[in-house]
């Protein structure tokens, strides 16, 4: 395999500057990161590649003395990444850069304490269905024996119970979420987004503004059509709660590239934003916010986002948040590979 393609399967970016600090080589991660072209870069200074970087002169001092440094927190513009120089083998005044993105390393390790904590949490359910199951099984025999030897009026009471205790089972297997994992096949993701965005329009009768922005270039895929549009219906609901009774809701899509979906690297996936100009999630409610019976409406039950994450996780991807007054966003990322 050559250097080259071994270089562009990198995750970190990579530029090599010669002894007057001109661009002479960067790898793919390196143009992604710093949104520039290879075939135009080479030959540049480095100053024109990295943006609003004010340490340049550190470059110099590097390739004079030989003495290598790590900017641990750098900002290129849109970008924070770590930010290592090295001098390179075997041609002391020639430069080494290596870009490691921070925003992603975040991600990464945010994805897997996610994954900890849902594997938990569901570990803790489960446990606390087993021990509420069994005596609302036993409550529901005893009322159903009881109407037996009741007047028709006096079952009223005995039918009570019966419903309530088929509400309270009802919620328990809702708190354990999907028990059947994918039945996938291959859909227009677009199809199940209007079929949501009809049915949630449907019930708006407030002035509030449903708007789509797809990107027809994305593929057909291959989903739980069910699970999927049960969850962009949990999340889109949700946002049309948050705004009362005015404003606006924007269903996208678009492909990502580059994105890291429990431990797994997927070059190309499938992102769909909800997006609402709201009053936006309170921060103490932003880490806990996909848990069961976490909710931040006094009428809520807490469990339509714990779920939607629980089947989006099923197809492999995950949700996450972006919020602050005026504009909130729910990003569902779901792998595209899985193609039939």
Request: glycine share 8%; hydrophobic share 40%; charged share 20%.
């Amino acid at each position: 395999m050559e250097k080259q393609q071994v270089l562009d399967n990198l995750l970190t970016g990579v530029v090599v500057v010669d002894d007057q600090l001109l661009v002479t080589y960067l790898n793919t991660a390196a143009e992604s990161l710093l949104s520039v072209s290879r075939a135009k870069s080479l030959g540049q200074p480095l100053a024109a590649l990295m943006g609003d970087y004010r340490g340049i002169e550190r470059f110099i001092e590097t390739r004079k003395t030989g003495q290598g440094f790590i900017d641990a927190d750098c900002n290129l513009g849109q970008v924070h990444v770590e930010l290592a120089v090295t001098v390179m083998e075997g041609k002391p005044r020639h430069l080494v850069i290596e870009l490691t993105p921070i925003d992603q390393l975040k991600r990464i390790s945010q994805d897997a304490f996610h994954q900890v904590q849902q594997q938990a949490s569901q570990e803790i359910l489960r446990g606390l269905a087993h021990e509420i199951k069994n005596p609302l099984g036993g409550l529901r025999g005893a009322a159903q024996l009881l109407s037996l030897e009741l007047t028709a009026s006096q079952r009223e009471y005995t039918d009570l119970i019966m419903a309530q205790v088929d509400r309270l089972t009802e919620l328990v297997d809702r708190l354990l979420g999907p028990k059947a994992g994918p039945q996938r096949k291959v859909i227009n993701i677009h199809q199940v987004l209007e079929r949501v965005r009809t049915l949630v329009g449907l019930q708006i009768t407030d002035n509030i503004k449903l708007l789509r922005d797809y990107d027809p270039s994305l593929p057909d895929m291959a989903l739980d059509g069910a699970q999927i549009e049960q969850a962009v219906l949990n999340i889109l609901q949700n946002a049309v709660q948050a705004l009362g009774r005015d404003g606006q809701v924007i269903l996208r899509s678009r492909v990502a590239s580059g994105i890291t979906l429990q431990g797994n690297r997927h070059r190309m996936v499938a992102r769909i934003d909800v997006e609402d100009n709201g009053p936006g999630v309170p921060d103490k409610l932003k880490d806990t916010l996909f848990y069961p019976l976490v909710t931040g409406r006094a009428d809520g039950s807490g469990m339509g986002l714990a779920i939607a994450q629980s089947l989006v996780a099923l197809h492999g991807g995950r949700i996450e948040l972006d919020s602050q007054p005026g504009r909130t966003i729910f990003s569902l990322y779901l792998p595209m590979e899985d193609i039939a």
